[in-house]
């Protein structure tokens, strides 16, 4: 045990001496997940809108009040007939367009008040939230302003939000930026981290030490878990007070399951030392074949639901996928951990096949 405690200490020391590493390991995941919250956003945000309002009355005019107060629209222009709406989408002078009912008002009392909602939809997803933004803010605007013997007509139906209501980006990037950085980490450094002594022929020395090639390996690998370890903690506390994602669940459950997908990615970065024989190969292995599929096809940025059934098969197999769901249940839902034994039962079945046949693999290479 002392021979391996020896050999854990000088990984870490190797890995403090250089710097490069240090800035990759700990630097990269404060800047991914600062970008991904802030930067790289979806968020509806100074919206230009147009109001058109032939009636004029009191009821129209609160409700425009109430959207030109809101943090994500700012009423840039009134106009005064529909050819002036569509001439000032066609200048790109607006984002977004009001048109309200000739006698909106008088309509209340029989519930046919109509607003007409006129967005841009040359970006579809812009153009959605855009929309979907408004018809809250006139919903619930509308709501308040119903005569007494009206309550039961509404002006357009009620939407309700869980989880997100105010439709945070940062609450869909945050679980799949932590299963992004893990799986950088654990998989393509380990795997450059054993290819490299390989490369050098430092690994045969290291064979021939006293202590067993398993040890050996396990201890090239126990300063990277560590290290996740490390970087899961500045993710959950960046998260929370600079992001505002809240932890809605156990934080317990969070970080067991987010140790299961170290280890996950741990036992990828062994297979694939396992098959690269040089740093370079190990690298293009781990970007290509596990950091492009975690972004693309683990429900990161795109949904699975909307992939053809053929990517959605090939989504199934990658652990990032399963982690990602986990988190978002454990983390904004805030479920119990018995709603996420599916996703945490399919990770240990993959770390219990990748870790035995990294070793398998290895053992075959090296003897």
């Known amino acids: ?153 509404t002006i357009i139906p009620q939407i309700k939000l869980l989880y997100n209501p105010q439709m945070k980006s940062a609450y869909n990037f945050v679980p799949g930026v932590m299963g992004l950085i893990l799986m950088l980490i654990c998989a393509m450094m380990t795997s450059i981290s054993i290819v490299r002594e390989k490369e050098t022929g430092t690994m ?13 390996i396990l201890a090239k690998a126990v300063p990277y878990f560590v290290l996740s370890f490390v970087n899961l903690t500045t993710i959950l506390l960046l998260s929370v007070y600079v992001l505002d994602v809240p932890v809605a669940g156990s934080l317990f459950w969070l970080v067991i399951v987010s140790l299961l997908f170290i280890f996950v990615s ?36 795109f949904p699975i639901e909307s992939m053809p059934a053929i990517l959605q098969g090939i989504s199934a197999v990658i652990p990032a996928h399963w982690y990602i769901q986990a988190v978002r249940k454990l983390m904004i839902e805030g479920v119990d951990i018995s709603f996420v034994l599916t996703e945490v039962s399919i990770l240990a079945v993959m770390a219990v096949l990748l870790i035995t046949i990294s070793f398998k693999n290895f053992k075959s290479r090296l003897e």
Do not use: C, W
């Open 1 to 153: 045990m002392k021979q391996f405690i020896s050999f854990v200490r000088k990984e870490f020391f190797h890995i403090f001496r250089d710097r490069r590493t240090m800035l990759i390991l700990l630097g990269m995941p404060i800047v991914q997940i600062i970008l991904f919250g802030f930067a790289i956003t979806t968020e509806v945000k100074n919206v230009r809108v147009a109001v058109l309002n032939p009636s004029n009355d009191v009821v129209t005019r609160r409700i425009i009040d109430r959207i030109d107060a809101s943090e994500y629209f700012s009423v840039a222009y009134r106009l005064h007939s529909p050819q002036e709406v569509e001439r000032s989408l066609r200048k790109g002078n607006i984002d977004l367009a009001l048109v309200f009912s000739n006698r909106f008002a008088d309509d209340l009392y029989t519930g046919g008040a109509r607003v007409q909602i006129i967005s841009d939809a040359t970006d579809p997803n812009t153009a959605t939230m855009q929309a979907g933004y408004a018809t809250n803010i006139i919903a619930a605007a509308g709501q308040e302003m119903l005569p007494a013997g009206a309550r039961a007509a």
């Open 204 to 216: 045969e020395i290291l064979l021939v030490s006293p202590v067993k090639p398993l040890f050996i």
């Open 266 to 301: 741990l036992s990828l970065g062994l297979l694939v030392s396992t098959i690269a024989r040089t740093q370079v190969a190990a690298m293009l292995a781990s970007g290509m074949v596990l950091m492009m599929p975690t972004m693309l096809l683990s429900g990161m940025i």
